[in-house]
């Protein structure tokens, strides 16, 4: 197929988002599973969390002391207490055995449910209680309250903190400690969520090696595959890595076939206009592939298509640039979003911060720049400084920085000192 | 040993940084460990990372174009095009068979080595490549180079991007896709890192019941030993989840037991002044605790001390409120921090932020406070809004937040509209 050239590969010259709203548009939230609680901490919730009971299932009391009625120490006051009889007493996870009455108290904790009959609490602080204990008086069936308190003082109500059939969470939540908190107090064990997408990551080229194996000129080691699955990680997708196809038809089919079992596969390498058609044309026997030029830097050129997986399913493909920088930039705009959206997450893209810019952003031909920059805050203000030479194949420039810079497409400079947008890589979209 | 009370546990009232300064001096990072690359993401790297070869190993070529001498093309311009001969071609991942010599090129993919000889890179665009092409003139042992170049145009010298022996990464890093993508660019497979702490987790009470079982009337189900887990497991450590302990002393002294194989044990409840004293003595019995009130709402009390583990390790021991959203504010005050130390992070505590806050905090007894609050962002400035009634007994306001507002322990009331510093719970201490 290769005499072909490239007149089978429709090509196109996008912007950023209309990149971005044509590949979302071929990603849906993915079906539900049901999960233990621990283990679907960062997914999302399916459906709404309705609470079973009251919580708290009894009134209870908020402090460690004795349960009264407010009326048996209307009078009572530091300098004449009011004694009461100790009628029992009430831990938490007991149920109440006794009864108050006028003029009678049953010893309570905190958490305790409150005795019928008693409609307020006092706590040990405004009783003898301490002064007992430390005079080694042992009388224990009375107690001299000090204050007087009002009906419901220190009571807990049922169902104050939730009532029966309350929807407590809402689907589309994402589970972290909290959440996960509140479904175990209404006794869930195990939850609904939707499914973590499988993200098969392929790296082409002849001459790559994986890492750990020995380097013979002119190869070099394969970056991307553990870059992009490390991005895939942290976006929430599982990664499946397929490790390097070789520029030959057999090793090409063989393992996009392999990565076909999937959410999404995503290729490194082999997918702009100046290589070589045997990746193109591989990928063009599975199903569909466009060719795009996209107007940023890095990242130019990138390939979109839907493959056919087994059984019929249509497999989303992310061709990204073989060079780690761009492939790591262009992942973050496309595929990081796309496995969120599967994830059943609401906010896609990274948050942006406002920063002051410490070094000019040069933009020589009209694309949009995502610049890595180590964003610090000083004097109350962002500031957003560039780790070195720009140059897209220094993947030690990303390492160090915690975001991305944003020159627009429109402008051939961004001076230093100007307010720039910040894509801020390391913060969670929830935030904001 | 009940009848003793509280007279044999040293108690004292601390400020949160007294808390912190005396929970986190007794935590150190953990041992070194290897791991294969991508089991890393998330750890902290061990060792400076020195790349063992130039990156790129061998200069070359920026383009998709031809090789050549500079000088071979000094005449050369649109109108008068200078005729090369090309005497082979060279891919990326191969080792250039053919020599460049006064007027001859080799034509050479992006990536791929420069051929000796040669001392710059002609683009496609800059020769009759694709006018050739076009014009289906099969003649590929000449091209027309249309424009004069400099020398070393379009060639990446050897080790631009890293030199031999040059130091990568700096022990202490984080690893996250970019340092992985770097360490993986230098060949290894496998890194070391600090070791990830495991942390066992016990719930304590006779009215707890796991979610998933059935909760008899005066019952209520064990929330924190999964709320707790999940923030283990989002600070980064490893939890060891021992279940629920009875207050009694076989229960308690077999789960306490089993928890001491761990970094680091943390117990929820029965650590109070107000709670029986068994949880306290049989903690006491494995080795030193102490009983603090922390001037902070929610989560005043607090338990640290140092048990014994088995060969004689010391683990240090956290005691947790039993309140939930105590035991959830105080953990990521001290357990998270505790946690990165182990990791071998720098920065251990949350970052804050200044946001305008819509809801007055009240305070009433000289704590810090920490109010849950949901922080957004608007005309350009962050804005903190109350999750709702601050009881610490409800986890839904914990649920809906991102923040935790705080209100200083000198001041009475932080007042709507007034400035507050917030601790943003999702971002990564990282950030800044």
């Not at 030029?293 to 493909?317: E, I, N």
């Amino acid at each position: 197929m290769k005499e072909h050239g490239h007149h089978h590969h429709p090509e196109s010259m996008l912007s950023v988002e209309q990149a971005f709203a044509r590949i979302l548009a071929f990603f849906n939230v993915l079906e539900v599973e049901e999960r233990p609680l621990l283990e679907a901490v960062g997914q999302v919730l399916a459906d709404d969390a309705v609470s079973p009971f009251d919580i708290p299932p009894l009134a209870n009391s908020a402090l460690d002391g004795y349960a009264v009625q407010a009326s048996s120490v209307r009078d009572a006051s530091p300098a004449s207490p009011v004694v009461l009889k100790v009628v029992g007493s009430v831990s938490a996870g007991e149920l109440p055995r006794d009864k108050v009455g006028p003029g009678t108290a049953v010893r309570i904790m905190t958490g305790a449910p409150v005795p019928p009959g008693a409609d307020a609490i006092v706590g040990f602080e405004d009783t003898d209680e301490t002064d007992r204990k430390r005079n080694g008086k042992v009388r224990m069936d009375e107690v001299a309250v000090r204050v007087a308190v009002e009906t419901g003082n220190a009571v807990r109500p049922a169902g104050q903190d939730v009532a029966k059939g309350e929807r407590v969470l809402e689907a589309g939540v994402p589970l972290r400690a909290a959440e996960v908190g509140v479904l175990a107090s209404m006794g869930f064990a195990r939850v609904n969520v939707f499914r973590r997408p499988i993200v098969s990551i392929l790296a082409t080229g002849d001459e790559l090696v994986q890492p750990g194996e020995s380097c013979p000129p002119g190869s070099i080691y394969n970056i991307n595959s553990f870059s992009i699955a490390s991005a895939v990680q942290r976006a929430g997708g599982v990664p499946k890595l397929l490790g390097i196809a070789r520029d030959n038809l057999e090793s090409l089919q063989q393992k996009i076939g392999e990565g076909l079992d999937a959410d999404m596969l995503i290729t490194t390498a082999g997918v702009s206009k100046g290589d070589y058609d045997i990746v193109k044309d591989v990928l063009a026997q599975r199903g569909k592939i466009e060719l795009w030029s996209v107007r940023m830097r890095p990242a130019k050129p990138l390939a979109f298509g839907v493959l056919r997986g087994p059984q019929g399913r249509q497999v989303p493909h992310l061709g990204l640039p073989g060079n780690p920088v761009s492939a790591l930039v262009a992942f973050e705009q496309f595929g990081g979003p796309a496995i969120r959206k599967m994830l059943g997450l609401k906010l896609l893209q990274y948050p942006t911060i406002e920063a002051v810019l410490e070094d000019p952003i040069h933009n020589a031909d009209g694309r949009r720049v995502y610049a890595r920059v180590v964003v610090t805050k000083r004097d109350g203000a962002y500031h957003a400084r560039l780790t070195g030479h720009q140059s897209s194949n220094l993947l030690t420039s990303m390492a160090r920085a915690n975001g991305l810079a944003i020159c627009p497409e429109d402008l051939p400079v961004k001076k230093a000192g100007e307010i720039v947008k910040v894509q801020m890589l390391d913060w969670p979209a929830e935030v904001f």
